[in-house]
């Protein structure tokens, strides 16, 4: 979860010294352990550490091999004997003797990488299996060479102002550039007012930083910038064992590696709820580490409601923990109101959030953060194990499959298939939170014109894939568009300004490919396959719990108390004008319905952060 900048001149100007080490003490609260900098002619890299890894013990960045090929990065690589072993396959380098394989098997990841790219050039990212984002200058070649993970959980940013390509995983710090402005980019704005997060992978808030999209390289070279994609999520040939127990071990395996690749920390949380997915993260990186002959130092964390609404996870989490025997804390979020805090320095984000309860993440992670660096989550499982119409799963079936498959659904769940999840779902299903989208009436009309917000509006209730998964089309769909980046992207450093790296064992290559590859009956309805490898090893209880989202809303409990009906009497920042109508927002005190709630909420959400972004006053109720 290092920060990491770089600075270009094209024209060969030297880059200031002192300003990278601005822009990389900008990035102290996400590197807490090291800061450094490197600067020759017209580069300057710069890096704030923070150790996550076992290997990362005596690492030091801006890291070069030979002085000549520099590289800084943010990464944790996974698989990592088997990239050695193709490494050392390779003719054009030295091939290692045994002392250098032991050592690099101890090797720091950013030295895998630099070593990768030595192998293969501007294809080792096909070789690179992990949650990454690096900058190579590579001198010889006069290229500079940037990448980021297949999925995006590294954030990767960049803007280009003249001669001066600056890049960087950290908003703040490429904005603390002299040459970049604070421009709103009117697209994402209007995104964020119509869905809560902005469609465009390529783009952030600001006109002149762009974002690099999830499996994405950056070259210049020659005086030109090019981006490219390396992967996309695949569609392949659906898999046909003959025995259903083979389906069920090669996942329990396939998660092993996933949780062990992501086990390499000395101080591990776990956020467990009383569900599934987090529940089965949990089960099996314990069992790993007991295997692995250590008692696991590993701490669970829960968010619960004890008064403001029916809540039971507190119940469903304590028989997940007691039965793993692991400690577990659990956060009560009863007495945070509506947008709380959110004048505290701690809870500024670099571009708009749309989360009224930004306190309660942000709290019960900087608790964790006191006595643990990684967390595991167990998003976005929802998104992977999410079936479309039954249509759609037995389309692309041999009729003799869809029989069997319908069978062992029937025997093993006692139901027949869902006959319908309808697309409107999909984002509902994303953490049981996101929801239904309501075009507002309260949108600039001038802005709403120029930026075609109705067609935008169509275009997010109606995306248009660019493959049509032939069985899992609402997973697959979910998977590449931006609300899950989005949602990973929040969790990040820098930008929750909290020293506590996520990972996702559900985002792991290996496993998502063999998810998409199942037959989604009976696998992937109501999670059957996970449920199946669940048995013996979490409560009964818990295992067959079924998926429920809350029971109510925690917006709609709170706008019913008056304390929160300030929220109808706000008075925007001038900022704010030329996008939102404030007198046509409808009061939403006593409103019940989650939807619209949520949709009116967002007017005061982009106003939040305009006063803290845009140095703007700092009155709020009229």
Same mark, same amino acid.
């Given at each position: 979860m290092s920060g990491i900048v770089a600075i270009l001149h094209a024209d060969g100007a030297p880059v200031d010294r002192q300003l990278v080490d601005r822009m990389t003490a900008a990035m102290t609260f996400r590197g807490p352990d090291a800061q450094d900098v490197w600067v020759e002619g017209a580069v300057g890299l710069g890096h704030a550490l923070f150790r996550t890894t076992r290997e990362s013990t005596d690492e030091r960045q801006p890291f070069?091999?030979?002085?000549? @090929? $520099?590289?800084?990065?943010?990464?944790?690589?996974?698989?990592?004997?088997?990239?050695?072993?193709?490494?050392?396959?390779?003719?054009?380098?030295? @091939?290692?003797? *045994?002392?250098?394989?032991?050592?690099?098997?101890?090797? %720091?990841?950013?030295?895998?990488?630099?070593?990768?790219?030595?192998? $293969?050039?501007?294809? +080792?990212?096909?070789?690179? #299996?992990?949650?990454?984002?690096?900058? @190579? &200058?590579? *001198? %010889?070649?006069?290229?500079?060479?940037?990448?980021?993970?297949?999925?995006?959980?590294? %954030?990767?940013?960049?803007?280009?102002?003249?001669? +001066? #390509?600056?890049?960087?995983n950290t908003l703040d710090s490429l904005r603390c550039h002299p040459l970049v402005g604070d421009t709103l980019n009117e697209q994402a704005i209007g995104d964020f007012l119509l869905f809560g997060y902005n469609l465009d992978l390529a783009t952030t808030v600001f006109q002149e930083i762009q974002r690099l999209p999830p499996a994405h390289t950056l070259t210049w070279s020659d005086r030109s910038l090019r981006t490219s994609r390396y992967w996309r999520l695949p569609v392949e040939e659906p898999l046909r064992y003959a025995r259903p127990d083979d389906y069920v071990e090669q996942f329990g395996e396939l998660l092993r590696v996933s949780i062990r690749d992501r086990l390499r920390t000395d101080s591990l949380a776990v956020s467990m709820s009383g569900g599934l997915d987090s529940t089965a993260i949990a089960a099996t990186a314990v069992h790993q580490l007991r295997n692995g002959g250590s008692e696991p130092s590993v701490r669970a964390q829960c968010v619960v409601y004890d008064r403001l609404i029916p809540d039971d996870e507190r119940h469903y989490a304590r028989l997940a923990a007691e039965a793993l025997g692991v400690p577990l804390e659990y956060f009560v979020a009863d007495e945070y109101r509506l947008f709380e805090g959110w004048d505290r320095p701690g809870l500024k984000r670099p571009e708009p959030v749309n989360d009224p309860f930004l306190a309660v993440s942000a709290d019960r992670f900087a608790r964790l953060s006191a006595s643990s660096r990684v967390m595991l989550y167990g998003e976005p499982a929802d998104n992977l194990f999410w079936p479309a119409t039954a249509a759609d799963m037995l389309s692309g079936m041999p009729p003799g499959d869809v029989i069997r498959a319908v069978w062992r659904c029937w025997r093993t769940q006692k139901r027949r298939p869902p006959l319908g999840l309808g697309i409107q779902?999909?984002?509902?299903? &994303? #953490?049981?939170?996101?929801?239904?989208?309501?075009?507002?009436? $309260?949108?600039?009309?001038?802005?709403?014109?120029?930026?075609a917000l109705r067609d935008r509006f169509e275009l997010g209730v109606r995306p248009r894939p660019e493959v049509a998964h032939p069985m899992h089309p609402i997973a697959h769909r979910s998977l590449t568009e931006s609300a899950v980046s989005t949602f990973i992207e929040g969790l990040d450093p820098g930008f929750?300004?909290?020293p506590l790296e996520f990972r996702y064992p559900f985002l792991d290559v290996r496993l998502v490919r063999f998810v998409l590859a199942l037959p989604p009956i009976p696998w992937c309805v109501d999670k059957h396959?996970?449920?199946?490898?669940? @048995?013996?090893?979490?409560?009964?209880?818990?295992r067959r719990r079924p998926k429920t989202p809350l029971s109510a809303s925690p917006y709609c409990a709170l706008l019913?108390?008056?304390r929160e009906h300030w929220v109808d009497r706000f008075r925007p920042v001038p900022e704010l004008t030329p996008f939102v109508e404030r007198r046509a927002i409808p009061k939403v005190a006593h409103e019940v319905n989650v939807d619209v709630a949520w949709s009116n909420l967002l007017p005061l959400t982009l106003d939040h952060w305009m006063r803290t972004n845009l140095q703007t006053g700092n009155a709020h109720e009229g």
């Open positions: 070069s091999l030979d002085g000549r @090929v $520099w590289i800084v990065a943010d990464a944790r690589v996974d698989d990592r004997e088997a990239l050695i072993d193709r490494i050392d396959r390779i003719d054009r380098i030295e @091939v290692l003797d *045994a002392s250098d394989r032991a050592r690099l098997i101890r090797a %720091p990841d950013v030295e895998l990488i630099l070593r990768a790219y030595a192998a $293969w050039g501007e294809r +080792c990212v096909e070789h690179l #299996l992990g949650d990454f984002a690096f900058v @190579v &200058w590579d *001198a %010889p070649r006069r290229r500079l060479f940037a990448a980021r993970d297949h999925f995006g959980v590294k %954030p990767l940013f960049y803007a280009r102002r003249g001669d +001066c #390509l600056l890049l960087g779902r999909r984002l509902k299903a &994303w #953490l049981g939170r996101m929801p239904a989208m309501v075009y507002p009436p $309260w949108l600039n009309p001038e802005f709403e014109a120029r930026a929750t300004q909290i396959l996970m449920r199946t490898l669940m @048995v013996g090893v979490l409560p009964e209880e818990v019913r108390d008056p």
